[in-house]
């Protein structure tokens, strides 16, 4: 645990990312998130979506990933998919409404990518976004740290 | 997603989540007082369709309702047994289990846990199971009144895995019960039935006194039940006793000095592999883990429920509230061998004539293993024929993490029970394919006397 703090904040500022002590999970600045702890990275009208670092530390070791059919639509706070742990499954909730062009396939053979690499490898879909206004209403990553320092704080 | 920060009890108040469906309500496979058991627990749950927009509830709800179906859920503080502190002090993460606070896992993964307890050991915090003994010239009697266990056949010192049975054959709860002497019975009952196990066998205790019976009772809450297991539980073990553990056998008892404390020690446990349950004084249950843990140089680890669960999944052991229910008889579940054969014959137990119908006649309905494509199943899935029509029901079910597949236990229509028989299984409304399996998973590893 202690290197892995070591190795956040020594990639903080070369990565732009913040870190918060609590449980090491890193959030990634560039990153919208929303509170059910899924992140999306826009580019122009397309978006990457996954969950986050804090969301798989919760989790545990990723046995599963259920994806859904490239060209299905989702709908900001519907569930697409879901994560299933050894011991319990976690539906995944966009953050975002559109089509979906891409899903990563990899995640079939190797869904401990999420564990790994919750914000580059275990991306989960790409997606057409409809309305880009709908990124306004999700979190930024300082909001999204004190969302999970508080969640976790609560219980 | 919804995040296992919490103790279910919180999440009652929102409403994004929903359960899953209670179709089951509705299967042949399980009558309505079977739906009222599993919904009995006040988390208050109405049944929800399942829908496609269904969102899950949150992990750890999910987690802790696979394992058990007997949550604390009002405002009740949750029991702590003499290890509470030291479990948090080991980096436990405690949920409420049964009404007590229980480690789920500790800094290792569920997963690491249990690979770690079959390559090394696992030391288990079973406190919260009720440990009893019966004392009295008919304690033998007695019992067998209750139970489907041959306890006259039994040697001095063995024990065996049995079944409390109700008036209709069906389960009330599962047990490993030991003759000590033929006047003294020790018993060992699952911590979510305590007080059902209790209020029965009292009740039944006191009618068999009126009639001159010469029975008592004693229920051990001045002990405490850890259970060790895994390859290292004998080595480690062997270094806190002098009692000579090489010729003690898979269902064998003694009371003896363990780390200079006064313990029943029985060589059996709920993993499949090779172990003790130890019961020892409450006050001494700290000294003796950190001893167990001291002297197997750190290999033998401090395991939670998590594992606990793996393994007895991969055990293809029954975990009651989930594959075994009041509805539910031995025979069904596939533990006839534990039905002693003069039972068989004479009865004398409670559902006897039922018990022995479906002896004679075979069980409608039987519980079996599978092996499944696609996301794990889970308690509740639907299983189906090659032309989708329902044969059953999973009933556990989750990814194992020491061959890293699939594996769920669950009940077919008698026929279609037998190994290789294909079936689907549905998760969340998907068709998955399935193979009916032996159990156990993965080999057990009993240490039983040489032939």
């Known amino acids: 645990m202690a290197s892995r703090v070591l190795w956040a904040s020594r990639a903080a500022s070369y990565l732009r990312i913040s870190t918060f002590n609590r449980a090491f999970s890193t959030v990634l600045k560039d990153l919208k998130y929303n509170d059910t702890h899924e992140w999306v990275k826009v580019d122009g009208d397309s978006a990457t979506v996954g969950i986050t670092d804090h969301a798989q530390d919760h989790l545990g070791d990723v046995v599963y990933v259920e994806l859904p059919e490239v060209g299905s639509t989702v709908a900001q706070g519907a569930n697409f998919g879901a994560v299933e742990s050894v011991k319990a499954t976690s539906d995944i909730i966009s953050p975002v409404s559109g089509e979906i062009v891409e899903v990563n396939d990899e995640l079939s053979n190797s869904p401990g990518l999420v564990n790994a690499s919750p914000y580059e490898n275990g991306w989960i879909i790409k997606v057409k976004l409809n309305d880009a206004a709908e990124l306004d209403s999700l979190m930024d990553s300082d909001k999204y740290t004190k969302f999970c320092e508080e969640e976790d704080a609560k219980h | 997603?919804?995040?296992?920060?919490?103790?279910?009890?919180?999440?009652?108040?929102?409403?994004?989540?929903?359960?899953?469906?209670?179709?089951?309500?509705?299967?042949?496979?399980?009558?309505?007082?079977?739906?009222?058991?599993?919904?009995?627990?006040?988390?208050?749950?109405?049944?929800?369709?399942?829908?496609?927009?269904?969102?899950?509830?949150?992990?750890?709800?999910?987690?802790?309702?696979?394992?058990?179906?007997?949550?604390?859920?009002?405002?009740?503080?949750?029991?702590?047994?003499?290890?509470?502190?030291?479990?948090?002090?080991?980096?436990?993460?405690?949920?409420?289990?049964?009404?007590?606070?229980?480690?789920?896992?500790?800094?290792?993964?569920?997963?690491?846990?249990?690979?770690?307890?079959?390559?090394?050991?696992?030391?288990?915090?079973?406190?919260?199971?009720?440990?009893?003994?019966?004392?009295?010239?008919?304690?033998?009697?007695?019992?067998?009144?209750?139970?489907?266990?041959?306890?006259?056949?039994?040697?001095?010192?063995?024990?065996?895995?049995?079944?409390?049975?109700?008036?209709?054959?069906?389960?009330?709860?599962?047990?490993?019960?030991?003759?000590?002497?033929?006047?003294?019975?020790?018993?060992?009952?699952?911590a979510g039935c305590r007080d059902k196990d209790l209020a029965?066998?009292?009740?039944?205790?006191?009618?068999?006194?009126?009639?001159?019976?010469?029975?008592?009772?004693?229920?051990?809450?001045?002990?405490?039940?850890?259970?060790?297991?895994?390859?290292?539980?004998?080595?480690?073990?062997?270094?806190?006793?002098?009692?000579?553990?090489?010729?003690?056998?898979?269902?064998?008892?003694?009371?003896?000095?363990?780390?200079?404390?006064?313990?029943?020690?029985?060589?059996?446990?709920?993993?499949?592999?090779?172990?003790?349950?130890?019961?020892?004084?409450?006050?001494?249950?700290?000294?003796?883990?950190?001893?167990?843990?001291?002297?197997?140089?750190?290999?033998?680890?401090?395991?939670?429920?998590?594992?606990?669960?793996?393994?007895?999944?991969?055990?293809g052991l029954c975990l009651y509230g989930n594959d075994m229910e009041q509805h539910i008889t031995p025979v069904e579940a596939g533990l006839s061998w534990a039905i002693g054969k003069r039972r068989k014959a004479e009865g004398g137990f409670l559902g006897a004539q039922v018990i022995l119908k479906q002896l004679e006649e075979g069980p409608k309905i039987r519980r079996v293993g599978f092996f499944s494509q696609g996301p794990p199943a889970r308690s509740h899935s639907e299983i189906a024929d090659a032309s989708g029509e329902k044969i059953g029901e999973v009933t556990s079910g989750g990814f194992s993490p020491c061959l890293k597949k699939n594996i769920a236990m669950g009940y077919v229509k008698s026929g279609l029970h037998k190994p290789g028989t294909e079936a689907k299984i549905l998760v969340r409304g998907k068709p998955y394919d399935a193979v009916v399996t032996k159990m156990p998973f993965v080999p057990t590893k009993y240490y039983k006397p040489p032939k």
């Open chain 2, 200 to 315: 029965h066998i009292g009740a039944h205790l006191e009618s068999f006194k009126k009639k001159g019976g010469d029975v008592s009772w004693h229920i051990h809450d001045e002990r405490a039940l850890l259970a060790l297991q895994g390859p290292l539980a004998a080595p480690t073990l062997q270094f806190l006793t002098k009692d000579d553990l090489s010729t003690m056998y898979f269902g064998e008892f003694k009371m003896l000095d363990i780390n200079g404390f006064a313990c029943y020690l029985t060589r059996t446990g709920y993993t499949g592999e090779d172990g003790f349950e130890i019961s020892v004084p409450a006050e001494n249950a700290v000294d003796l883990a950190k001893a167990i843990l001291e002297k197997s140089e750190g290999k033998v680890r401090l395991t939670g429920l998590g594992a606990r669960d793996s393994l007895r999944l991969e055990a």
């Open chain 2, 1 to 190: 997603m919804h995040l296992p920060i919490t103790p279910f009890r919180t999440k009652k108040t929102t409403n994004k989540h929903q359960p899953r469906s209670n179709k089951y309500i509705s299967s042949p496979f399980f009558t309505p007082a079977l739906s009222l058991s599993l919904n009995s627990h006040s988390h208050s749950r109405s049944p929800h369709s399942h829908t496609q927009t269904m969102r899950g509830g949150g992990l750890l709800l999910s987690v802790t309702r696979r394992l058990s179906r007997h949550f604390a859920t009002d405002s009740a503080p949750l029991k702590k047994t003499p290890l509470y502190d030291f479990h948090v002090a080991n980096g436990g993460k405690m949920v409420p289990f049964a009404g007590w606070s229980m480690p789920i896992q500790y800094a290792d993964s569920i997963m690491d846990s249990t690979v770690n307890c079959r390559a090394n050991g696992g030391l288990f915090d079973v406190a919260h199971m009720c440990g009893l003994s019966l004392y009295g010239r008919d304690s033998v009697p007695f019992l067998e009144t209750l139970v489907i266990a041959d306890l006259a056949g039994l040697k001095p010192g063995t024990g065996s895995l049995t079944v409390f049975t109700n008036e209709n054959g069906g389960a009330i709860d599962d047990s490993v019960v030991t003759k000590v002497k033929d006047d003294h019975i020790y018993l060992v009952v699952n």
